[in-house]
């Protein structure tokens, strides 16, 4: 019965999403007024990652049963959403009554579909992995059409999209699926057999891709961090604190990181994933950091309440920071597509001792176009002649050098005990946001 009248109150108040270009001088700013629902946060910032919007502030409120969040935004290019077609995309995605992201699965394996084959796969990661994967799937007369790779303190996860190189469709045959599964399994689980690789086969239904990965590495466990760390990464990871906010009954999570895109939607994932509402929260960028402030509690409405879990909330987030951090020296290729092409590039960056710490893969209109985070196999920078030699190899034009990523130290926040970016904001606007929400209901 609560359920059903949680389905009425939601049809009849169904969400209010404004989008407006007038208001704010650098950033086009979008507000939802919705009833509360858990995981509405992740829905709404997710949609805004699915059309690369930048988010450079935002304000979060959702007491009692009304939601109300205020996003400024911008395009990669710094300036604000003019394109009707993404704006007749937000609004109708989150005027939509239906739930924006799939119910979460928690195999991992092989999934077949009409267009492609599904492989979400995890293991131990090792200089060469990536090629090892590719050489497979060409010898499997699979064509990679997209994919992603992340590596993270010592654990690698990817979810690749791959075709029948003759049909250019799905794989459906139960036999070959096996095989796939069985060779990969080898190839992920390499010399170490105390840590299998995690390959099985997952129900239906698909989950947006950046938030599998980060729940593959979360199973995996990638957040307990291992005991020999270089040096100069404890300055380099972001800052993280939980402490009570015994007045309101909230944990506050307080953050500052080197900025990117999708920032706020990884650490938004990971918390709802860990089973975590946000109430209240904001969201301050600057020009090369982010810095932002939340109020949780548990789904059972209960705060953090041990060390213990605290200390595994911030790992956690600081995992969820790291994993898609751009590490190293980035590379761009862009060429026609053909079978067996991402196997070739890997396999000459393992011939040259590369490590690839990341890996977009994508084709669009027969093109390839793949994006590495390279690194050598210390996890230093790479040799500006090794890369040289190896785009003489692979083609001068074909192969791009973008920058080298390699984020700096972040400054050390400085706050008091209720947190120094909400203060008064969270007594004051927060709860008169609220008011006039209501007094529109």
């Known amino acids: 019965m609560d359920d059903e009248y949680a389905k009425f109150v939601r ?53 009692g049963v009304w939601f109300m969040d205020v996003f400024n935004v911008i395009d990669r290019d710094g300036k604000k959403i003019r394109d009707k077609d993404i704006i007749n995309y937000i609004q109708i995605r989150l005027e939509s009554n239906a739930s924006f992201v799939p119910s979460m699965r928690d195999s991992v394996g092989v999934t077949p579909s009409e267009e492609h084959t599904l492989i979400e796969l995890s293991g131990t990661d090792r200089t060469g992995l990536l ?60 010399n170490n057999e105390s840590k299998a690789a995690k390959m099985t086969l997952a129900t239906s239904g698909v989950t947006n891709r950046d938030r599998r990965l980060h729940q593959i590495m979360f199973a995996d466990r990638d957040y307990e961090r291992a005991e020999l760390r270089r040096v100069e990464d404890k300055g380099s990871r972001p800052h993280i604190t939980a402490f009570d906010c015994s007045q309101k009954y909230y944990t506050v999570i307080t953050m500052r990181a ?38 949780i509690r548990h789904v059972d409405g209960v705060p953090i309440s041990s060390e213990a879990e605290r200390e595994r909330v911030v790992q956690c987030l600081e995992a969820a920071i790291e994993r898609r951090a751009s590490e190293g020296l980035e590379l761009q290729l862009c060429t026609d597509d053909r079978v067996g092409l991402l196997s070739d590039i890997t396999r000459v960056f393992r011939e040259n001792s590369l490590c690839i710490k990341r890996a977009e893969i994508s084709t669009k209109g027969g093109k390839a176009l793949d994006t590495f985070y390279v690194t050598d196999v210390t996890g230093n920078a790479v040799d500006p002649k090794m890369i040289d030699s190896i785009r003489r190899e692979i083609g ?5 050098v973008k920058c080298n990523s390699t984020p700096p130290p972040p400054k050390s926040p400085q706050g008091t005990a209720m947190g120094f970016l909400f203060g008064n904001l969270f007594k004051a606007r927060s709860f008169q946001n609220l008011k006039l929400i209501r007094s529109y209901s």
Request: proline share 3%; aromatic share 6%; glycine share 4%.
């Open 11 to 63: 049809r009849m108040n169904p969400p209010r999403v404004v989008i407006d270009n007038d208001s704010c001088e650098d950033a086009t700013v979008i507000q939802v007024d919705s009833v509360n629902k858990h995981g509405i946060l992740l829905d709404v910032v997710q949609v805004l990652a699915d059309v690369n919007l930048v988010i450079t502030k935002a304000y979060i409120s959702s007491d």
């Open 131 to 190: 090629s090892e994967v590719c050489a497979v799937l060409a010898d499997l007369h699979c064509n990679v059409v997209n994919a992603e790779i992340w590596t993270h303190n010592t654990r690698a996860a990817a979810v690749v999209h791959v075709t029948d190189d003759t049909t250019g469709r799905a794989i459906k045959d139960p036999d070959r699926l096996a095989s796939i599964k069985e060779l990969l399994c080898n190839v992920l689980r390499g």
């Open 258 to 295: 080197k900025d990117r895109p999708k920032l706020l939607f990884d650490i938004i994932c990971t918390l709802t994933d860990m089973q975590y509402v946000v109430f209240h929260g904001m969201v301050d960028t600057g020009r090369t950091e982010a810095y932002q402030e939340f109020y």
């Open 396 to 400: 001068q034009t074909i192969l791009q």
